[in-house]
T-cell receptor, first 114, second 109 residues
Framework: DGGITQSPKYLFRKEGQNVTLSCEQN?????MYWYRQDPGQGLRLIYY???????QKGDIAEGYSVSREKKESFPLTVTSAQKNPTAFYLC?????????????FGPGTRLLVL | GQNIDQPTEMTATEGAIVQINCTYQ??????LFWYQQHAGEAPTFLSY??LDGLEEKGRFSSFLSRSKGYSYLLLKELQMKDSASYLC??????????WGAGTKLIIKP
């Protein structure tokens, strides 16, 4: 079945530690996105990528990094520079950015700080 | 700045009808989306409006007025499983989605 997978479901980070969240899709979508969701707030865009080996910062990119070496994969690293990383992280993908084509979401990773 | 407003929470009765409003002020407009999100899960797509008017999909309908910067999601024949958050998102001139904070809908028997 086609879809988006994210792992792990829950992730714990210690002070000063970098952690990487996985996102894989087999929908053959060109565009992929990372969002952060905090209670009572809308989704906020961290990074997005429209093509392999290219990505753009979103509204809250500081303290995060990404790579897009393969069309299917768009991992997100939460670095030690991100001082408030506790949130629900959602990965999404889409065919194109125009028209009714929407973004499809993975199940999310909840990141907690120890 | 860009802004999308939705009520924080609404309560309705099983079997009834509820309307969730969304107003937006964005840099350009290239479509409005409604998503449903159950607690702890990913958002799932419900509807898309780019022209003024009503789009109907079974028990769910969505309306758009671009001149007023306004949309609503109408849910009919409410079921307990409709208890969820409903997210309004607008695609701006850069083709990025701007998200509202979501409306938590509580359905009572």
């Amino acid at each position: 079945d086609g879809g988006i997978t994210q792992s792990p479901k829950y992730l714990f980070r210690k002070e000063g530690q970098n952690v990487t969240l996985s996102c894989e899709q087999n929908l053959n979508h060109d565009a992929m996105y990372w969002y952060r969701q905090d209670p009572g707030q809308g989704l906020r865009l961290i990074y997005y990528s429209q093509i392999v080996n290219d990505f753009q910062k979103g509204d809250i990119a500081e303290g995060y990094s990404v790579s897009r070496e393969k069309k299917e994969s768009f991992p997100l690293t939460v670095t030690s520079a991100q001082k408030n990383p506790t949130a629900f992280y959602l990965c999404a993908s889409s065919i194109v950015q125009s028209g009714p084509e929407t973004q499809y979401f993975g199940p999310g990773t909840r990141l907690l700080v120890l | 700045g860009q802004n999308i407003d939705q009520p924080t929470e609404m309560t309705a009765t099983e079997g009834a009808i509820v309307q969730i409003n969304c107003t937006y002020q964005t840099s350009g407009f290239n479509g409005l989306f409604w998503y449903q999100q159950h607690a702890g899960e990913a958002p799932t797509f419900l509807s898309y409006n780019v022209l003024d008017g009503l789009e109907e999909k079974g028990r769910f309908s969505s309306f758009l007025s671009r001149s007023k910067g306004y949309s609503y999601l109408l849910l009919k024949e409410l079921q307990m499983k409709d208890s969820a958050s409903y997210l309004c998102a607008v695609r701006d001139s850069n083709y990025q989605l701007i998200w509202g904070a979501g409306t938590k809908l509580i359905i009572k028997p």
